[in-house]
């Protein structure tokens, strides 16, 4: 008889967290997902935000509206800041919970190799936050190139360097193209938008590392066809307000630049530290948490560790990619697993299964590597297209996305380009450009 | 001969310096539009962006991409901060700019009665910023609610007080009283959204007193069949953070609330008192200029204030109201002014056509008052809808509006309904709440 009061508690409504919680719906527990927002975030398409395509709320669906219909789920907004694994509770910034099974998805986010200071100047890509302030800054470089009367100040605002050269990185650059050259286009009546420089450093030997040569090979020509300075085996020593020390090979140049994006490194959820503390699991390098074959941590059978904030090494050695297909597949295997165990069944380990990779380069074009085989252009841009589209947890999201990009596709527009935010004025280094141009 | 170097500046993007701009579209004349934002504002559809039912891109269309095919147009992002009017010269927080004929159009926002720290803790609604931080406020409300054990603290966090009843705050009411009683019936597992208490509290003897009192009492009946309280002849005396002080006729309630917005009271931009200083011209006591029949300020036949800075009262004596058919009618004037004057011709004093008045309660229900006849009910709010869609700037807001209002028609969601900004946590009272209800 399984135990009708069974509390599976979950941390985080990411791409595994909420898939736990959908795939426990049938399982004779009581389930009570924690997160500090109040909404699942479509990670992947969060650089369309930042590039003015989409909305927030194209991308973010309330945790309470996809799981309304589920009446063993509670939602709660709150944030888990330490777990006591031997009492199964787990501790909140306000209160505390007990748990029977605790699954814990809170992810990873940027890391700046050792530079903590460089994250004011260089903004990553990780909440709808950072995406509308990465927004806010690509839109007012271009404000303020246009009111600038110095050729040379005039040319580091439009100077736009991303720092890492995986699939967001890629994106950006890519996005970031056809906004100088198309979308702006009629916009500006002093600068030419066109004349952007972007600049997109990758430390490794070609960009997409993950993926196989031929993908990064057309990647990068068509990011030089887009007019995208790709710089490899490059690496950045410096950040300031208007320069970026950067290291190419054996010689090093000091770009002036206004806008630097963070696309590079990866650092686990704080709470890896925590249930390192509470249980004595190992973690990597990148603070991820080292799981036994089954998702849970050693010495806790009933305590999972899943997606980004895990470290899986039992297949292959190397760890699971963090993509939202290693969180996804987590969540449903644990959720099954607990299931279950309720039964008094076993489960084999955990098996990722690898469904390919892609990243889109601008309009019309995009890579995919399904493993059995690898192509690159319009085809695999509407691939990419159609997988996106159909992942969005709500159907609403999913006409709404559809539309924008249609309208987009058509139009080069994009319509949610708004600087909003604290007031940028006055410009930073208007001050000394003395009197306005305009002036007749 | 036109002057051909003739140059206009307008200060705002709003609805009176947008018409202004594109009325000036053949004038043999360059024009500079400055404004502190990217994009222009639909002012009268921020609410349905404060209540979750639209996204803030869907309202906002960037000024550049409004006006990127008329040439004579130049679009600047900055701050006017005086007027040099001897010299037509503004002064920019960060530089300056010369003028031939200069149109101020920088709009008003709402006033505290002289308590400027009530700000903090009832937010007004005229940006987007307010509006997505009082999405935020009145969705956090609940999710405190459902993390709360004490009745008392619970039924505060669902008490929710709108301060003033002119269109705005009407509604406001509205929209909430339908998320409490629709949008959120199935996401909650402690607390019921429905035993939310909404209060609208207005100074006068009734609601949106500019409308003749039938569509008062009709749209008082409406907001009291939605389960709103409607509290006339009453006024907030003190605002703090858990509790409101109100004076209702001759006695005075405190009620327990964590959530009051403020939609009540206008103050005219600060330009207007820079004006004064300037120009010498009368302001009246909400701040706004005094301005001649032609909209112009005494003395200074090129210098013009147009919409909410301006008090017009050449017509029937009273200012007229402060919307936008205002200022969109004064900025088409003043833009056919100059075009006329450069032509050597003169023009009749500004008048207003009044094209009516109209404000939305809820799905299903408006009240319209076009002068020769008042109605309310369903086919005024056909009527609200239509009238409001085929006003926004940009064809694509008009599809996604229309998409966006269907859909929570037919499924009363509303999908934008996320919480942004800095963290909610841990939430404000939960200390001392101490150990979760759902333990165990």
Redesign the interface.
């Known amino acids: 008889m399984p135990h009708p009061?069974h509390?599976v508690v979950i941390l985080g409504g990411g791409f595994g967290g909420l898939h736990a919680a959908h795939d426990l719906r049938r399982a004779p527990v009581r389930v009570?997902l924690l997160d500090?927002?109040?909404?699942h975030l479509f990670q992947p398409l969060l650089y369309q935000v930042a590039t003015g395509t989409l909305?927030?709320?194209?991308i973010?669906?309330?945790l309470?509206?996809v799981l309304?219909?589920q009446k063993n789920v509670?939602?709660?907004?709150?944030?888990a800041t330490a777990i006591d694994a031997g009492n199964r509770r787990v501790i909140?910034?306000?209160?505390?919970?007990?748990y029977d099974s605790l699954i814990v998805a809170t992810g990873a986010t940027h890391h700046y190799f050792g530079h903590p200071e460089w994250e004011k100047l260089a903004p990553a890509l990780k909440t709808?936050?950072d995406a509308t302030e990465i927004r806010r800054r690509l839109?007012?470089a271009f404000?303020?190139a246009?009111?600038e009367t110095d050729p040379a100040r005039m040319h580091a605002w439009l100077t736009f360097i991303l720092v890492g050269g995986g699939p967001t990185g890629v994106e950006l650059a890519g996005a970031l193209a056809e906004i100088a050259r198309d979308t702006?286009r009629?916009?500006?009546?002093?600068i030419n938008p066109r004349d952007a420089h972007i600049i997109l450093v990758e430390g490794l030997a070609r960009i997409l590392s993950v993926y196989p040569d031929i993908l990064s090979a057309k990647a990068q020509a068509k990011l030089a066809k887009l007019g995208v300075d790709v710089w490899t085996n490059s690496m950045v020593t410096d950040i300031q307000r208007e320069s970026v020390t950067i290291r190419r090979g054996d010689k090093t140049e000091v770009v002036a630049s206004r806008t630097v994006l963070w696309a590079a490194g990866v650092q686990a959820s704080p709470l890896g530290e925590a249930l390192a503390k509470a249980t004595g699991v190992a973690l990597d390098r990148a603070g991820r948490v080292i799981v036994l074959p089954d998702c849970s941590v050693p010495g806790f059978p009933n305590l999972f560790v899943i997606g980004d904030l895990a470290n899986f090494s039992h297949q292959g050695g190397k760890p699971l990619p963090g993509v939202a297909q290693t969180a996804m597949q987590q969540g449903a295997y644990v959720a099954r697993l607990i299931e279950r165990r309720l039964r008094g069944k076993g489960m084999p380990p955990f098996r990722y299964k690898d469904l390919g990779n892609m990243a889109t380069i601008g309009r019309n074009c995009a890579v995919v590597d399904l493993g059995w085989i690898r192509f690159g252009g319009f085809f695999a841009w509407l691939i990419w297209l159609f997988v996106h589209l159909m992942s969005l947890v709500?159907f609403?999201?999913r006409?709404?996305v559809l539309?924008?990009w249609g309208?987009n596709y058509v139009?080069h527009?994009r319509?949610?380009?708004?600087?909003?935010?604290p007031?940028?004025?006055?410009?930073p280094g208007?001050?000394e450009?003395?009197?306005?141009r305009?002036?007749?």
Do not use: C, K, Y
């Open positions: 009061s509390h009570t500090r927002r109040n909404f909305s927030p709320s194209n973010a669906a309330p309470r509206d309304r219909r509670t939602v709660l907004l709150a944030e909140l910034s306000d209160g505390s919970m007990a709808i936050e839109l007012l404000e303020a246009e009111r702006l009629h916009d500006f009546r002093t709500q609403h999201s006409v709404l539309f924008q309208w139009t527009n319509s949610s380009r708004l600087i909003t935010g007031s940028p004025l006055p410009l208007r001050a450009a003395g009197v306005e305009s002036d007749g």
